[in-house]
Each structure stands twice: as structure tokens, then as C-alpha cells.
């Protein structure tokens, strides 16, 4: 498996940077409605220090959001609008099913399900060592710049 886009090239696509940008690299796309990106948590996270300490644990809402940038990369390659914002509007049937720690990696596989009045829908999950950490429904909405 390699990677379809490194670092560099998704600061190219997406407008976050260090140390919100949570997608390390892109190693499966189609460009269309599929996606696969990775995301290593480090023990040196911003997040924890205070989440918790001397319990480090990955916060869910970190974890939707690395799969809203994830997703973020498949619209704006599907839409053809690289460096522009998709605004995430919304997050349905959210599941956190394991903890996510230092030193776990994140397989973030997204699926885009459908476009309608200007808003994409897609579903996602977030895996560990095969496992499922997290999984939602998530909506874009087309943003500025």
C-alpha cells in the first residue's frame, strides 16, 4: 500500500496547519467516493496535556475531525476546488467504540454518499489495528476562500 499523498501535498489541498491539521498522509483515493488517510497519534499531542493526564487518551472529537479533513481532501479532489474550505455542517450516528492512545495509528476510510443542495454527505470510520475506534456520518457544506 502506498501513499497517494504526503504531507506536503495535503497542505496543498487543505487549509489547516500544525497543530490542527490531523491527517498525516493519504494512502488510497479513487478521486470519487473513496478514501483511506493515516493519522499517527504521537505522545506529544497538544491534546494531552490536559486530556488526561497521566491517561492519555485520543479525544473523539479529534478523531471526527481527522476524518472531516480526510474527507475534506476526497470533496475538494471530487469538487476539483483544492484549497478551498468544506465547512463540516453536521455529524450524525457518531460511535466511539475503543480508547485511542499514544502510539496507535488511525486508518480514517471515508466514503462520499451523495450531493444534494450544495451539501455532501459522507460516512467514515477510524480504525485501530483493524478495530473500529470511531465511526459517524458527517455533512460538508461549501465554504470561502
Known sequence: ?????????ILNILPHRHPFLLVDRIVECNDK???????SVAANEPCFQGHFPGLPVFPG???????????????????????KVAFYLGVDKAKFRRTVVPGDQLR???RFLKMRLGM????????????????AEMLFGGGGR
Open 61 to 83: 472529537v479529534l478523531q471526527l475531525e481527522a476524518m472531516a479533513q480526510t474527507a475534506g481532501i476526497l470533496l475538494n479532489k471530487l469538487l476539483g476546488s483544492e484549497g
Open 33 to 39: 467516493d473513496w478514501i483511506v488517510g493515516i493519522k
Open 120 to 135: 455532501a454527505r459522507v460516512s467514515g470510520r477510524a480504525l485501530v489495528d483493524g478495530e473500529v475506534a470511531c465511526e
Open 1 to 9: 500500500m502506498g501513499t497517494v499523498y504526503e504531507a506536503k501535498d
Open 108 to 110: 480514517i476510510e471515508i
